[in-house]
């Protein structure tokens, strides 16, 4: 309904199901390392919560988070490391519909009576 269901993926997302695949870690596990990396401290679990929700319903990315993935991404790729199953893996972030919605603002919510 909003989006192309046909949309290409973009650099990004292409990039950081890369470093997932070669550090063989979850997405919110790369949250945390980049944000570790970025601010030279370990995050506050519901201030990442609330940064990596935008995430999932939308797609979008925490300057931190896109730096560190760029970041990784160079140094692989200088290391000369390859990961063929990353060339092949689906888009990390969904495209936005109604559950994820619904779901995405019930859990803001959550996190926000929780402060």
Request: hydrophobic share 50%; with cysteine.
């Amino acid at each position: 309904m909003f989006f192309k269901r046909n949309a290409p993926i973009d650099e990004d997302a292409e990039q950081l199901a890369y470093v997932t695949s070669v550090l063989n870690v979850s997405v919110y596990r790369l949250f945390e390392l980049a944000y570790e990396d970025w601010f030279g401290e370990s995050a506050n679990e519901g201030y990442l919560e609330a940064v990596y929700m935008p995430y999932v319903v939308f797609g979008t990315m925490p300057i931190w988070l896109r730096n560190y993935v760029r970041k990784t991404s160079q140094l692989c790729d200088e290391a000369g490391m390859y990961v063929p199953r990353a060339a092949a893996l689906p888009n990390p972030h969904r495209l936005l519909n109604v559950e994820n919605a619904i779901i995405a603002l019930g859990l803001v919510l959550i996190i926000l009576l929780a402060v």
